[in-house]
């Protein structure tokens, strides 16, 4: 049995760390301020912050962190859904076995390159497959995708988000240009994990936990993590999660590249009556400031799954990338079906409008995927980012493809806000080299030139 997740440890940090001391909290958020990150224990504490005062000066520190390392920019994706058919019982996803009310499909190869050309007609760079297990969406079906996809749009960096696989497997995958490779654990508490996944493949906790161990010895090394908030105390998965990260830093030399922050949605179809422990939005809120001051250099994605309010909310937090525009049933680009749907989205808004809400909060959209064409991977990228330098460079690049975006797929409204937003952003780049060469590629892609 797989003993890096040391639930006792767990449990003990977490009660020890019930009432936090107000000056305590605040020598953590000190501390956490220098971007170095913060033990489990000193997490432990904040998890427990509820003065509504402290928790000001928690998300005032998160923003400081998230502003000093990332910089402004949030980058931009869509998921492309190629198919729900799956053979596991997960009893709160809505394309779980037993669910016959479900609409089945698998996108045949030509129907996901469509979905893919919708997805770039609306102006995103990045997408992420993702699908039921089932032998029908094997290793295969994600290689053929990707090969298609790469070389019949100008689709720049394909994630994945699929089950566990065998080392050979990822192989496969990094041989065909995988970005990131994303795996939620759902619960790091195990006998929650038994309750909500009754049978098949996923039964297999320990199966499950090791995926990323098998994808960074076939090569993989962008992987997300990410646990699914509702099933379980909350507390106890940040803290689970952490230490995943720590034992894949201590054994492959660098932690994951992003971690994902799903909240339980319901479902047609799902076996729950209920969320069993509900997350509300004030701690949701507390959960992403948490993420971005324990690991301050991991990116922290947010789905549609929230509301649009609370999202432009949570950028001030942490999150630095975010999707738009999505659907959760298989063909959605094409096609609406409500009944093919993995859950219900709460933010509908498309591309542009999320693009706009972005500008008006001061941040700037980024389609940038330059870490990956140019190798900055796993480690890599890890060594630029704890140099401050991912900032540097991802300004710039924020700045200009968000300038191809508004001159290729712009309407007025956001052209304007875009062009003011990228003035901004110009004149916050401190190095006049840097910011030269910006404005002159600024012109160039003015002229027609892409990257
Ligand atoms: N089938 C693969 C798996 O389970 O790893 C691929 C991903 S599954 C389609 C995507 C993720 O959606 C799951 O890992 C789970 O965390 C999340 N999910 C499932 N049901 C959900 C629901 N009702 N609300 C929100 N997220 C859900
Ligand atoms: Fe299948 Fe994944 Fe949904 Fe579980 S979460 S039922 S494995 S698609």
């Known amino acids: 049995m797989v003993d ?8 003990s940090i977490l009660e020890s760390s019930i009432n936090p001391d107000k000056g305590e909290i605040r020598e953590i958020l000190a501390k956490a301020r220098e971007c170095k990150g913060i033990t489990l224990e000193e997490t432990g504490k904040l998890l427990h912050v509820e003065d509504k005062d402290l928790m000001e000066e928690l998300f005032e520190a998160a923003k400081y962190v998230k502003d000093r390392i990332y910089g402004k920019r949030v980058v931009l994706f869509a998921p492309l859904y190629t198919g729900n058919k799956c053979v596991n019982n997960c009893l709160y996803c809505g394309f779980r076995r037993d669910n016959k009310e479900l609409h089945r499909k698998t996108l045949e190869l030509e129907e996901i390159v469509n979905e893919a050309k919708a997805i770039e007609k609306q102006g995103h760079k990045r997408l992420l497959l993702i699908c039921g297990e089932h032998p029908k969406t094997d290793v295969k079906h994600f290689t053929k995708a990707m090969e298609a996809i790469y070389s019949e749009t100008d689709i720049r960096r394909i994630n994945i988000e699929a089950a566990p696989m065998k080392v050979e497997d990822y192989r496969e995958l990094k041989q065909a240009g995988i970005g990131t490779y994303v795996i939620f654990q759902e619960t790091y508490h195990r006998d929650t994990y038994k309750k909500m996944h009754p049978m098949g ?7 499950r936990i090791t995926a990323l161990d098998r994808a960074f010895e076939g090569g993989i090394d962008d992987v997300g993590v990410g646990a699914l908030f509702g099933l379980y105390d909350y507390r106890f998965e940040v803290l689970g999660l952490l230490m995943h990260c720590m034992y894949l830093e201590e054994r492959f030399g660098v ?3 992003t971690i ?3 909240r339980l949605r319901p479902a047609l179809g799902w076996a729950l009556d209920e969320i069993p422990y509900p997350v509300t939005d004030e701690d949701f809120k507390k959960i992403v400031a948490i993420y971005r001051l324990s690991v301050p250099y991991t990116g922290i ?10 999202r432009d909310e949570l950028l001030n937090l942490g999150v630095s990338q975010i999707s738009a525009g999505s659907k959760t049933n298989p063909g959605g680009y094409e096609e609406d079906d409500d009944q093919a749907d993995q859950f219900e989205i709460s933010d509908s808004r498309s591309l542009p409008k999320v693009l706009e809400t972005i500008c008006d909060k001061g941040y700037i959209p980024s389609f940038c995927t330059a870490c990956y064409r140019r190798c900055r991977t796993g480690e890599h990228f890890m060594e630029y980012a704890k140099e401050g330098e991912i900032h540097e460079f991802c300004q710039p690049n924020a700045i200009l493809t968000f300038k191809e975006n508004l001159i290729d797929f712009g309407n ?5 806000k875009g062009e003011r937003i990228i003035q901004k952003a110009l004149d916050e780049i401190e190095n006049e080299n840097m910011k030269a060469e910006t404005i002159k590629k600024l012109k160039q892609i003015e002229e027609g030139m892409r990257d």
Not at 4 to 11: H, P, Q, R, T, Y
Not at 412 to 416: A, G, I, K, Q, V
Request: aromatic share 12%.
């Open 255 to 257: 932690g994951p590249h």
């Open 301 to 310: 994605i947010l789905s549609t799954r929230e509301r649009a309010e609370l």
């Open 412 to 416: 007025e409204e956001l052209r304007e």
């Open 260 to 262: 994902s922050v799903p």
């Open 4 to 11: 890096f997740i040391n639930e006792s440890k767990i449990f």
């Open 201 to 207: 493949i996923k039964a297999d906790y320990d199966w």
